[in-house]
């Protein structure tokens, strides 16, 4: 008598492992700028808490490019949610990223926000760009911004960034992304030759610190 085929059973696949750190992408934007030593301090000050220096900025931008609020107001709400040591640096970002706009073609709307979870599950990231422009013909322009005041913003470090967005949001049929460097009101999009090698570095170092860090304690 031919014996029956097993049953099927179903098998849940294992839960991924909790991420050991989860960053901002402003937050790892800063972070891909910084020599290693900056870096390793800063992943001390991110593993506690990452805090988010640049939030009166975004909401002031959301404020005026979405909501209609004028310029003034939405300093003004900078100047009440800022802390001291990022009160300036929140108002120049604000004034830079909205000239930067005003030239644009297009309408700001609601950008898209989603998580990218680096190879190995080390590292997650919150992917929330704050500018999203939606063009004639609705195809969506994607951009994160760059706060800082310096070190300016290479090409390869922005290719890195555009490639995790890219991932994070491929459902979006058309969508184009990049990085605004605000102090100098350009936005780099074209990801170079070395921009996949420079994410590849920075998830090694930060790998290697997380698990440098978990070993000691």
Known sequence: MARSAPEQRHVRPAPEPRPRLTLRLSSFLSLITRDVGDQLRSLDGHRHRDFDFYAPFRDALRAYAIEGLGRGEALEGIEATSTQSMLRRNGEVFERVADWLDRQGGRMVPPPSGVWRAPGGALEIEVAPEIAIEGRHGRLDVIAVYGREAPRLRRDQAGAVARIMGETF???????????????????????????????????????ELGAKARRM
């Open 170 to 208: 491929a459902d979006i049929d058309g969508a184009t992304f990049g990085v605004l460097d605000a102090e100098a009101g350009q936005v780099l999009r074209t990801p170079t030759a070395f921009s996949d090698r420079v994410l590849e570095a920075e998830l090694r170092v930060i790998t290697e």
